[in-house]
């Protein structure tokens, strides 16, 4: 099994939708989260940490589940420069990462 | 804002030889790392780099790597002989000491990366 499984989409949504991405990983002891945002040939920037009790970041929510292994991060409003890839990563340091899931939010 | 900086932002280089990738880290931080990402595959862990010495390395990091921090400010990824495989973004990062921030902050900071490609 995959230390981080991601749907890789593409998930093409119109603008001012929402959008889910799911994420699940496989290494029980794993104590932190996060979601990285990474454009075309571009390096990887956090978008946001995932805490225990889930958390909000203006359009962003992230959301963990340690019973079943399982991270999401919702997008509410889409807006165009939210397309890029989303990735799951794991914390541990090293960093270990999903391979992503790309959005493209069209006009 | 202090950033991690990178070059080459581009090498292009032949099969067999040797090629040198730098990085700036923030000046401040203590733990380094290099990943990779080949065209279309996820970020992959190297190598980690504290206190002058590897900390951790991953099973990519084979006898062709090494990584050095000369003067105290660079930080550099070498590729003796260099293979069509190794093409591919390599980013660097780093971390500031524990402690300094708090740790819902404790983020790793990536450079733009440099674009290896190997013919």
């Known amino acids: 099994r995959k230390e981080v499984e991601q749907d890789p989409g593409p998930f093409n949504v119109p603008e001012g939708a929402t959008v889910a991405f799911n994420c699940t990983y496989s290494?029980?002891?794993?104590?932190?989260f996060f979601w990285y945002r990474q454009d075309c040939r571009k390096e990887p920037k956090l978008l946001m940490s995932?805490?225990?009790s889930g958390n909000e970041d203006g359009r962003f929510t992230a959301q963990l589940n340690r019973a079943s292994q399982y991270i999401s991060l919702l997008i509410r409003d889409s807006k165009l420069s939210d397309s890029a890839t989303y990735l799951c990563?794991?914390?541990?340091?090293?960093?270990?990462f999903g391979k992503g899931t790309r959005l493209s939010v069209i006009a | 804002e202090p950033e991690v900086t990178q070059t080459p932002s581009h090498q292009v280089t032949q099969m067999g030889q040797e090629v040198i990738l730098r990085c700036v880290p923030i000046s401040n931080h203590l733990y380094f790392y290099w990943y990779r990402q080949i065209l279309g595959q996820k970020v992959e862990f190297l190598v980690s780099?504290?206190?002058?010495?590897?900390?951790?390395k991953s099973e990519i990091f084979d006898d062709q790597f090494s990584v050095e921090r000369p003067d105290g400010s660079n930080f550099t990824l070498k590729i003796r002989s260099t293979k069509l495989e190794d093409s591919a973004m390599y980013f660097c990062?780093?971390?500031?000491?524990?402690?300094?921030?708090?740790?819902?902050?404790?983020?790793?900071?990536f450079g733009p990366g440099t674009r290896l490609t190997v013919t």
């Open positions: 780099f504290y206190n002058n010495e590897i900390s951790e």
């Open positions: 990563v794991l914390g541990n340091t090293p960093l270990v």
């Open positions: 290494n029980s002891a794993s104590q932190s």
């Open positions: 990062a780093s971390l500031p000491p524990k402690g300094q921030v708090p740790s819902e902050s404790y983020e790793q900071y």
């Open positions: 995932v805490y225990s």
